[in-house]
């Protein structure tokens, strides 16, 4: 393989169950062995190599082609086909760093290893909506999949000005059945112990509380934001109740254990086009609060709702903005439909209305979080950033002030109508 060798620093890792860091291990920078990274030159042979290229569609007799599509922060992608008109496979490898920042930020391997476990859960619960998946190889830390290169990614086709029609009610119904299966009512006790203890996802959870939860709150080398903000950021940043809120959002990403979540789902992890809706990336996955993934997914169509406004297209705002209830009613009919099946009989009926109002203001206030982070943290929403002068500024404060009123007063919206009165006032 043509790649450059890498490795963690100089020791032997395990298999691909992660274990513990040694003490004063860096996050991030728990051991891993050595590894080649793939180029497109190398993705046939590798193909070949796993015995999967028979699953390559297409009869064309010439050298399958490779492209490299890697296009989300992390990772490197490459599409292998045999026919350029027929869906190959996907190969997707982590490397040990953050792709669009460089190896100065490191960033453990091992997450493909999580990947890989979320996909088993996945194919098993919500087959209809994930890639087929094809397997993970823990010495390269990749993952083989089915291409999805004939659907697009929601976030650019949103962007496009592509309506996202129906993707709302099919990420509802995703998160409810991923949720609703590995909580405490789809699942025994002991197996919910020994898929918490599983699916403990130390470095990607750090990112998420960093990058997410914390750096968007306080002056760090990381954030960035549109000088226009200058003043709204400062003041924000300023905001004792905000900063309490915005930490109390914090904690409970780190102790709600409720159910395995996607850990990740914005609108560059679902895939839409002929009719199918596909999430993936699910690398971020760990037993965590249900609400954070309904959140970013809500976050993101807010973001998107922006977007149509600013640019005067109020009716494609209008339908971006009709997804968080679209979600939000998919989710919960999912749930409701699953509960007569829970695997313990002692929570009673009129305990699920208030579970599931326990997550809907959770997922408010993730839906703050992401959005507060998509406009003045690290990895900002390509849906503002692509907007022309002077919409780019005014579209990120309105972002800024929507995130703030989320999460501080997301106990205060009870119902997603309410939401498009929220919009116009900020
Ligand atoms: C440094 S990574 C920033 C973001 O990229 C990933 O897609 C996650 O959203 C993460 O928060
Ligand atoms: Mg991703």
């Known amino acids: 393989m043509s790649g450059a060798l890498t490795g963690g620093p100089g020791q032997a890792a395990p298999a691909d169950l992660p274990g513990p860091a040694a003490p004063g291990t860096p996050p991030g920078r728990r051991p891993y062995p050595a590894y080649p990274l793939l180029s497109p030159d190398d993705v046939p042979g590798y193909l070949e190599s796993r015995g999967l290229s028979s699953l390559l569609g297409g009869t064309a007799g010439g050298p399958l082609t490779v492209r490299e599509v890697s296009d989300g922060n992390l990772n490197r992608i490459f599409l292998v086909r045999r026919d350029p008109d027929v869906p190959g496979l996907a190969v997707k490898q982590a490397l040990p760093w953050v792709r669009v920042h460089g190896e100065s930020w490191p960033l453990t391997p091992y997450r493909a290893a999580a990947e890989a476990r979320a996909y088993e859960h996945l ?31 929601l976030r650019a086709a949103s962007i496009a000005g592509r309506s996202p029609g129906d993707t709302g009610a099919q990420v509802g119904v995703f998160v409810a059945r991923l949720a609703f299966a590995t909580s ?44 226009a903000l200058d003043a709204l950021v400062r003041e924000v940043r300023a905001d004792p109740e905000l900063r309490r809120e915005a930490a109390r959002l914090k904690h409970l990403f780190t102790t709600k254990a409720e159910a395995l979540i996607h850990g990740d789902l914005h609108s560059g992890s679902v895939m839409v086009g002929g009719g199918r809706v596909a999430v993936i990336d699910p690398e971020f996955s760990f037993v965590g609060p249900i609400g954070f993934d309904l959140g970013l997914f809500w976050a993101n169509a807010l973001i998107a709702a922006i977007r149509g406004d600013v640019l005067g297209s109020s009716g494609l705002g209008a339908e971006h903005l ?57 990895a900002h929403a390509a849906d ?22 989320l999460i501080t007063r997301r106990h205060g919206y009870d119902r997603p ?3 498009a009165r929220l919009l116009r006032e900020v």
């Open 123 to 153: 194919a098993r619960v919500a087959p209809e909506f994930v890639p087929a998946y094809h397997g993970y190889d823990p010495a390269t830390f990749t993952l083989v999949m089915e291409d999805l290169g004939d659907l697009d990614v």
């Open 417 to 419: 109508d309410a939401l």
């Open 384 to 405: 503002l950033e692509t907007l022309p002068e002077p919409e780019r500024p005014i579209a990120a404060a309105r972002v800024v002030r929507l995130a703030r009123e």
């Open 322 to 378: 009709a997804q968080v209830a679209a979600s939000w009613e998919a989710f919960t009919g999912e749930f409701q439909r699953s509960w007569p099946t829970r695997a313990d009989g002692f929570y009673p009926d009129s305990y699920l209305a208030e579970f599931l109002r326990g997550v809907w203001h959770d997922g408010l206030g993730y839906a703050g979080s992401e959005a507060m982070r998509r406009a003045v943290g690290y």
């Open 184 to 227: 405490d009512f789809g699942m025994s006790s002991a197996g919910r112990k020994k898929l918490i203890a599983e699916s403990v996802n130390p470095e990607l959870c750090e990112l998420t509380e960093d990058v997410v939860l914390t750096e968007p709150y306080i002056e760090h080398e990381h954030n960035g934001h549109h000088p």
